[in-house]
C-alpha cells in the first residue's frame, strides 16, 4: 500500500480514527504529569519508587481482574495503598530502599498468586505488562484527564516545600518542614502518576517516561521550573512521534517511545560530557598561560 508523504495528510488521516484520537489526547495528558512528577522523582533518586509502583500496581490490577473488575482502579489503588506504606515506613529518603524492597516482593508474590489463580488468558494483564494506548477507550480518556488536573494542581501546591526537601532533606526538616506528610502526599501523587502512565508504556517500560525525559532535562538546564518544562516537552515529543511511527508499522507503540527517549538521552549526554570536558580544557589552559595561576583578561 503507497503511503502519502505530505505531513498534514498524514496527520489527517490519523486523526480521523477515534481509537488514535484518544491515544493522542491521553499522551498529551500523561506527558504532562510525567514531565511534573518525574523531574522530583529524579531530584529526589527515587527512581526506583516509579518502577517499584509499576510492579505494586501490577498486583493490584491483577485482583481486579480476578475479581473481573477493570483492572485501571485495581492499579490505581494497589499503587496508593504501596506508596502509602512505603511512606509510612520509612520518613527519609536515604533510608526508603529497604522498605521499598520490602513492599515490592509482598506485592509480586500476590501479583503472582492472582495471575495463577486467572485461569483465563487475560488481554488485560498483557496490556498492562507492555502498555496498550491504542486501545484506550473515551472513559478512560477521562478519567486521565481529571487525575491529571488533580497531579497538577498537587503538584502546584507541594513544589515549594518539596524542591526544598530535595534539595537539602536535614535543612528542611530542621526549618519544620511536615517531611512526613509531604514524602506521604508526593509517594501517593507519583502512585497515581505511575498508574496511568502505564496506560502508555506499561509495568515494564515504566521508566521511558517517568524517569528518562527528567533526567535527560538536568543535562540541558539546572534551573527546576526550566527543567520541569522540558522534561514535559520531551516527554510530548516522545510518545507523539511513537504514536505517529507506531501507526505505520507492526511493532508496539510503547517501543518506540522508549527508544526515542533513550536516544535523546544518550545525544544530550554526549554534548553535555563534550561541553563540560572543553571548558575544563579551556579553564586549565588559561590557568596555565597566567603566571599567577588567574585567568588572562579579555581584551
Not at 192 to 208: E, K, N, P, Y
Request: a neutral charge.
Amino acid at each position: 500500500m503507497a503511503i502519502d508523504l505530505n505531513l498534514v495528510t498524514l496527520v489527517q488521516q490519523i486523526w480521523s480514527y477515534e481509537f488514535m484520537q484518544h491515544a493522542i489526547e491521553t499522551s498529551w495528558i500523561i506527558s504532562v504529569i510525567a514531565g511534573v512528577t518525574g523531574y522530583f522523582v529524579v531530584l529526589r533518586r527515587s527512581a526506583f519508587v516509579a518502577h517499584a509502583y509499576s510492579e505494586i500496581g501490577f498486583a493490584g490490577a491483577s485482583g481486579a481482574i480476578l475479581l473481573g473488575l477493570d483492572p485501571l482502579i485495581g492499579l490505581i489503588l494497589g499503587s496508593v495503598m504501596g506508596g502509602i506504606a512505603i511512606a509510612a515506613l520509612g520518613r527519609r529518603i536515604s533510608n526508603r530502599d529497604t522498605q521499598i524492597g520490602i513492599v515490592l516482593a509482598f506485592a509480586l508474590g500476590l501479583g503472582l498468586l492472582f495471575i495463577s489463580l486467572y485461569k483465563a488468558f487475560s488481554t488485560e494483564a498483557i496490556s498492562i505488562l507492555f502498555g496498550e494506548i491504542l486501545g484506550i477507550s473515551w472513559g478512560e480518556v477521562q478519567l486521565t484527564f481529571v487525575a491529571g488536573i488533580g497531579i497538577v494542581v498537587t503538584m502546584g501546591c507541594l513544589y515549594r516545600p518539596l524542591l526544598f526537601a530535595s534539595l537539602d532533606e536535614d535543612v528542611a526538616e530542621a526549618k519544620g518542614v511536615p517531611m512526613l506528610f509531604l514524602g506521604t502526599a508526593f509517594m501517593v501523587v507519583v502512585a497515581v502518576s505511575v498508574s496511568f502512565a502505564i496506560q502508555v508504556t506499561g509495568v515494564l517500560l515504566i521508566f521511558s517516561l517517568m524517569v528518562t525525559p527528567a533526567a535527560t532535562a538536568q543535562y540541558i538546564s539546572m534551573r527546576p521550573s526550566r527543567a520541569i518544562l522540558i522534561s514535559v516537552g520531551i516527554s510530548l515529543l516522545a510518545t507523539q512521534m511513537g504514536l505517529f511511527v507506531g501507526y505505520f508499522t507492526p511493532y508496539p507503540v510503547s517501543f518506540f517511545i522508549t527508544g526515542i527517549v533513550f536516544i535523546l538521552y544518550l545525544a544530550v549526554r554526549l554534548v553535555h560530557s563534550y561541553a563540560h570536558r572543553r571548558f575544563r580544557e579551556t579553564k586549565e589552559s588559561d590557568s596555565q598561560a597566567s603566571p599567577t595561576g588567574t585567568p588572562r583578561a579579555i581584551a
